[in-house]
């Protein structure tokens, strides 16, 4: 304890709120900061995801024009995920079906799944001696149909700007089913601006289509924001641990994310250099968001046995 505060929330700590007002109202948030600069809010009722996030008053992530939107108005039509897609830090995509709405096995899936407009079930948070802890259950289930649950917990370290964060999906039922998990990690402005250093180090790099394949040359490169742009998307092939990486010059500050290429075998760059929607997504996954159909065409779906768990842990550095 420090004898000159009062208590730990002077420094750090983990606050509850909720959101006043608009589409939003109501929406639980956690409020977390380290005291070392780093702050960023996780939505309790989206999957316990992250929403904003800076550092030492730099924002990092990319907020959409919808904001934020409860999920009583999530629509699962078509693409009607975008009405809702807020983007934040980090929005999961799965439990089941990831990327383009697509039929598949006889079921009709929406854009990116439901789970990151699916409520925390319980959640916690506490403080040991590694940081802050903070812990959320969240049941991606239906009668009839799959039963997965996942466990996610976040560390945040007081020592240094760090966030791990660690998921579990275990398959609860007693049927196997497709598993897919995307964590789409939105980089927006100032991080992102014309003069960023962006690093992924592929062996190869495919481009989603054939307009994706007219930018391949400066993939890695972002433009000032454009009337009119035409989202880009490009598949990088990594191996091993992985360590893609983010840095702005022109604030001095950066982003490390380091994964495990067993766990999370597929990365997908998305590049969106609209005017108002300018982002950089980096995608870490177990399948590219081609649609559920199209793995299983491919033989990249992967599938929860009963009673199996699958475990992936994402670290985000933070620099400057």
């Known amino acids: ?6 208590h730990p929330k002077q420094l750090y700590g983990i606050e509850e709120m ?20 780093l702050e960023f809010w996780i939505s309790l009722d989206r999957c316990a995801d992250i929403t904003r996030l800076s550092l030492h008053g730099d924002n990092f992530s990319f907020i959409s024009a919808c904001g934020y939107v409860s999920p009583e108005y999530y629509d699962k039509d ?8 807020t983007a934040g830090f980090c929005t999961t995509c799965g439990l089941t079906a990831v990327g383009n709405p697509c039929e598949d096995d006889g079921e009709v899936l929406p854009l990116h799944g439901t789970i990151s407009n699916t409520p925390c079930e319980s959640f916690g948070y506490w403080e040991e ?3 802050l802890h903070i812990k959320a259950l969240v049941r991606d289930a239906r009668i009839f149909s799959h039963k997965l649950v996942l466990e996610r917990e976040y560390v945040v370290s007081l020592d240094e700007n760090v966030i791990t964060m660690t998921d579990k999906v275990k398959n609860v039922g007693s049927a196997t089913f497709p598993y897919e998990i995307m964590y789409h990690c939105n980089m927006g402005y100032p991080l992102i601006s014309e003069n960023v250093e962006i690093k992924i180090p592929a062996t190869k790099v495919i481009p989603r289509n054939e307009h994706s394949a007219t930018g391949l040359e400066n993939c890695l490169k972002a433009e000032k924001p454009q009337s009119g742009y035409e989202e880009m998307c490009f598949y990088h092939e990594l191996s091993g641990t992985a360590e893609v990486s983010v ?21 997908t760059q998305w590049k969106m250099m609209g005017e108002y929607d300018y982002v950089m997504g980096l995608e870490p996954g177990n399948c590219n968001p081609d649609g559920r159909d199209v793995m299983r065409q491919k033989g990249m779906l992967e599938f929860l046995q009963p009673g199996e768990e699958r475990k992936q ?4 550095e933070f620099v400057g």
């Open 1 to 6: 304890m420090n004898k000159y505060t009062g």
């Open 18 to 37: 909720r959101l006043c007002g608009g589409k939003g109202d109501g929406m639980r948030m956690l409020y977390v900061r380290n005291g070392k600069g």
């Open 78 to 85: 078509g693409v009607g995920f975008l009405k809702s897609f």
């Open 129 to 131: 001696s590694d940081g």
């Open 247 to 267: 840095f702005n010059p022109d604030i001095e500050k950066g982003m490390k994310m380091t994964f495990d290429t067993k766990q999370l075998k597929c990365f």
């Open 313 to 316: 842990t994402l670290k985000f």
